[in-house]
Nanobody, 127 residues
Framework: QVQLAESGGGLVQLGNSMRLTCVPS????????MAWFRQAPGKEREFVSA???????????DYADSVKGRFTVSKDKAKKGMYLQKNSLKPEDTAVYYC?????????????????WGQGTQVTVSS
């Protein structure tokens, strides 16, 4: 089975930046989509960003409105993983961030569409 490992979380000051990494291991898939979700205490899990993987150079990226212009998702090509560069962080970005994978190339904003999940990494933005 696929295992996902998130890293890069922690405590960060308002306005600063950090980068999260998701690295998969285990079973190989030729085409799939990866996504970032986050969940704050007392709130539902929400979509952050997603991209698709395939055998060609074409892929698609998607962002939630709340992070557009501040967050950038990109491929870690060597490890077939994913980065999430987070700039201009706000207190409302505080959450547990999860990496997810589905074995379809089409990205989705729905948590239930994803089959594999990491354990999450805590991000806390202090004001």
């Amino acid at each position: 089975q696929v295992q996902l490992a998130e890293s890069g979380g922690g405590l960060v000051q308002l306005g600063n930046s950090m980068r999260l990494t998701c690295v998969p291991s285990g079973r190989f898939f030729d085409s799939y989509a990866m996504a970032w979700f986050r969940q704050a205490p007392g709130k539902e899990r929400e979509f952050v960003s997603a991209l698709s993987w395939g055998g060609d150079i074409t892929y698609y990226a998607d962002y939630a409105d709340s992070v557009k212009g501040r967050f950038t998702v990109s491929k870690d090509k060597a490890k077939k993983g994913m980065y999430l560069q987070k700039n201009s962080l706000k207190p409302e970005d505080t959450a547990v961030y999860y990496c997810a994978v589905r074995t379809l190339r089409l990205p989705s904003r729905i948590p239930g569409d994803y089959e594999y999940w990491g354990q999450g990494t805590q991000v806390t933005v202090s004001s």
